[in-house]
Nanobody, 117 residues
Framework: QVRLVESGGGLVQPGGPLKLSCTASGTIGRIYVMGWYRQAPGKQRELVAVIASTGMTQYADSVKGRSTISRDNAKTAVYLQMDSLKPEDTAVYFC???????????WGQGTQVTVSS
């Protein structure tokens, strides 16, 4: 079992930066994808950015060029640095681990990000 805890959300002014962190406790298999999803009010949850065990990354077009996902080599944390935040980035951000090796998928509780002046 893997437990995920997000932190770093809050109120941010438009144009400002934000860094989200997700700490993972438990054992994750060798092949995995870690990342961030978000859900705005009235909308479906969507991918923001993910990073695979190979190091390959994928970003949503809406955040590409202003976001960077990273992880520690021990698979205990994944981070999302977002810059030039926009009001449309307002959402609950969820950490996710797709443990491909063990056919398990885990979600964090989510952290609210609000972009407003």
């Amino acid at each position: 079992q893997v437990r995920l805890v997000e932190s770093g959300g809050g109120l941010v002014q438009p144009g400002g930066p934000l860094k989200l962190s997700c700490t993972a406790s438990g054992t994750i298999g060798r092949i995995y994808v870690m990342g961030w999803y978000r859900q705005a009010p009235g909308k479906q949850r969507e991918l923001v950015a993910v990073i695979a065990s190979t190091g390959m990354t994928q970003y949503a077009d809406s955040v590409k060029g202003r976001s960077t996902i990273s992880r520690d080599n021990a698979k205990t944390a994944v981070y999302l640095q977002m810059d030039s935040l926009k009001p449309e980035d307002t959402a609950v951000y969820f950490c996710n681990v797709d443990d491909v090796s063990n056919a398990e998928n885990y979600w964090g509780q989510g952290t609210q990000v609000t972009v407003s002046s």
